[in-house]
């Protein structure tokens, strides 16, 4: 039975990526932060926290920042293969903490590559890193690929671009089966809400309810290729079944604006929307609201006028993105590997499940209110 | 009187541009390690005790802090490194702590303390790696070789991005190889240079190298410092490149370094067999070790400095056989005790 290790298993992709080895008959280890809060939300029906022998799978207590405590857990499971999903992930948060995101997303991949080759597994364990489309940033050329140079435009893109070249150097000094995929936005409803996708879905489906007023978004001409993160771990895995280690580049080859996104979302659960006004005043004013399958009409708390998405200058950023869009031709052609969700489909599939959570907030505080009343 | 502070001030680029600074009647400081190392060049200048020295380290961000508000420099240049390619593969970690999250650090105090003041950052050319034999210039590719490349490119781009994201006056001064007799004795021409004199004096019977082929744009430190003290009076901030445009291997370096010394060279054999012995003895005096070959080396990186030349009006003057020469005269000198040019 293979063995694979997934740092970053909390997340959105660990999820996902979990599933898909679990499937393939994988045992399957992940590395998890000790948290003062609950974190294993997303993997707690594979997870058995209270029968950690019985659980599919196993998890460790470690720490990309901690060289001793990754060298310890990979020496005790000697991977077939890593898969570094580890990372401060967001863009905005790395402007305020830039030494953290860069000892976590940079040197964290690095204390993997040197733990493995200093444990004498440099020929067994192959390792898989998130690189991320957002290397691109201040793209040199439409669209990107393989061989696009990169142009980092926050300490996360840096962080992450000191995680791709040590990738590729630990490769060719020593041979390791070490590769990156860089991987263009990939979503799912199981996406952090603080990333635009999910804040978006979130919000649509609050605000359709009464529970939320309003949408506050940064720059909303950001041009994005989304793909589905189930799509996206089976090119991670395939990545790593190859003959030799290389680097792909993994995307839609479709892009949208954060506009379009949000419209996306929005007919999914029956709203059209007008935009008004321009740069920081823009305003998405609601055209049309249809009924929704498995909402009481009655819950539906906006109507034709209302304004539900604004701009918040707070959201941009300091060095923009503004286009990323992905040449996925070697993945195809050399992977076989095809998104099989599209755009429309994700955003359509992540509205829908807001809109259930929604629901059930809206319950739940209908009910706490009046049980709070009782008391 | 305009303040500057450099880290690094004990090591070559450090000294010379603390000597350039003083010149130009900067109040300059300087942090290095604790100790004396690299005192030695301070005295050779002339400059010893002429520096403040104030302690700062790239790994504690409030260190760093505290020593921004004491001397609130309006110039600032970062030459501290573990600057040794070799070490890095064996000191991943270490490098990239110092090289690539010091980097960092330094950045956000900067940001956060004296936000007006210019930032150097020592970047390298190490950060091309081989690809291909052109020249490169500010627009080229990099493709990193080594975990001290890495850890210099990450460096690289956090200055852009604090100057893109933070209109920062920070820049990039890409650095060719540049050489001097102020060079430490680890770095291939200093070791070459001083081993030479050592052997044309009866001292040492032989020298030890790695990559014989590996070539390299040598420029002279002495004249690299004026480039970046130049960068950082501009109107605007940007990224150079600092080269001599020309091409040496570390065997030219070797020969030349020999004849400057009086003393005639010739190639025998090949490959890790290969060695250098005196024409007229038949000595042997260089050999081959494989000891100081890199898991993944840079076979050849040459430099095309016209953007610093258009804008900045600098260019390299010393050229290859000058410089080697200036090396050697300068370990002969110490040998004899006297007073080195530098």
């Not at chain 1, 955003?347 to 829908?352: L, P, S, T």
Request: charged share 25%.
């Amino acid at each position: 039975m293979k063995k694979a290790l997934i740092t970053g298993i909390t997340g959105q992709d660990g999820f996902y990526l979990a599933e898909l080895l679990l499937g393939k008959g994988y045992e399957v280890h992940g590395l998890r932060r000790r948290s003062a809060s609950h974190n294993t939300a997303r993997i707690d029906h594979i997870c058995d926290l209270a029968n950690p022998g019985a659980s599919k799978v196993k998890l460790h207590y470690g720490d990309l920042t901690d060289s001793t405590n990754l060298t310890r857990v990979i020496s005790e499971i000697k991977p077939d293969e890593i898969y570094n999903l580890g990372a401060q992930s967001h863009v905005a948060v790395s402007f305020d903490a830039p030494e953290y995101t860069a000892d976590c997303d940079g040197l964290g991949t690095m204390r993997i590559l040197e733990s493995v080759r200093l444990l004498g597994l440099a020929k067994k364990t192959r390792i898989y890193q998130a690189s991320t489309s957002e290397l691109y940033g201040k793209v040199r050329e439409i669209p990107q690929s393989e061989k696009t140079p990169f142009h980092p435009r926050s300490p996360y893109g840096v962080a992450k671009m000191y995680a791709y070249w040590i990738t590729v150097n630990y490769r060719e000094s020593y041979d390791m089966f070490a590769c990156n995929g860089i991987l263009f936005n990939h979503e799912s409803p199981l996406r952090g809400e603080e990333f635009v996708t999910r804040k978006i879905t979130r919000a649509l489906g609050r605000i359709l309810l009464g529970v939320q007023p309003c949408l506050y978004l940064g720059n909303m001409n950001a041009l994005r290729d989304w793909g589905h993160a189930r799509d996206y771990v089976r090119a991670m895995w395939l990545i790593l079944q190859q003959k030799r280690p290389d680097d792909f580049v993994i995307a839609t080859g479709k892009q949208y604006s954060v506009r379009r996104f949000v419209e996306m979302a929005a007919g999914e659960i029956g709203v059209r929307l007008a935009w008004k006004g321009k740069g920081p005043a823009e305003a998405g004013v609601v055209k049309s609201v249809e009924p929704v399958d498995g909402v009481d009409p009655r819950d539906i708390k906006i109507k034709k006028g209302d304004t539900i998405v604004r701009v918040d200058p707070r959201f941009y950023r300091p060095a923009e993105v503004e286009t990323l869009l992905g040449d996925p031709s070697k993945s195809r052609k050399v992977l076989g590997w095809k998104p099989e969700i599209s755009t429309d489909m994700l955003a359509a599939e992540m509205a829908a499940s807001d809109l259930r959570l929604a629901l059930s907030e809206m319950h739940l505080r209908r009910g706490g209110y009046a049980a709070l009343k009782n008391c | 009187m305009k303040k500057a502070l450099i880290t690094g001030y004990r090591g070559q680029d450090g000294a010379y541009l603390s000597r350039l600074l003083l010149e130009k009647g900067y109040e300059v400081y300087g942090t290095d390690v604790p100790g004396d190392a690299g005192v030695w060049r301070l005295r050779e200048l002339g400059i010893e005790g002429k520096v403040k020295e104030v302690r700062l380290d790239l790994m504690d961000e409030p260190g760093i802090r505290s020593a921004l508000e004491a001397v609130r420099p309006d110039e600032i240049y970062n030459f501290a490194a573990q600057s040794f390619v070799l070490t890095s593969f064996t000191h991943p970690v270490l490098t990239a702590e110092i090289n690539a999250v010091g980097v960092a650090r330094l950045l956000e105090s900067v940001r956060k303390v004296v936000p007006e003041a210019r930032f150097f950052q020592a970047s390298t050319a190490e950060l091309f790696g081989s690809v291909g034999n052109a020249q490169k210039n500010e627009t080229t590719d990099f493709h990193p070789k080594s975990p001290y490349a890495v850890s210099k490119l990450y460096a690289h781009w956090i200055t852009v991005n604090y100057r893109q994201a933070h209109k920062m006056y920070a820049c990039n001064g890409i650095l060719f190889n540049h050489e001097s007799p102020l060079r430490g004795e680890q770095f291939v021409t200093r070791k070459i240079a001083a081993a030479v004199a050592r052997i044309s004096r009866g001292l040492q019977e032989k020298v030890a190298v790695g990559n014989l082929d590996a070539l390299r744009d040598w420029g002279y430190a002495k004249e690299y410092v004026e480039g970046m003290w130049s960068m950082l009076q501009q109107p605007e901030p940007d990224d150079y490149i600092l080269a001599t445009g020309e091409v040496h291997s570390v065997r030219e370096f070797i020969s030349g370094a020999f004849s400057a010394a009086g003393i005639k060279l010739e190639w025998r054999g090949g490959g890790l067999s290969e060695k250098g012995v005196a024409a007229s003895s038949g000595k042997t005096l260089v050999e081959i070790s494989e000891e100081f070959y890199r898991p993944a080396d840079v076979k050849e990186l040459v430099g095309d400095a016209g953007k610093a030349r258009r804008v900045l009006g600098w260019e390299a003057r010393t050229k290859f056989e000058e410089l080697t020469r200036i090396m050697i005269e300068a370990e002969l000198a110490r040998l004899d005790g006297k007073k080195v040019q530098l």
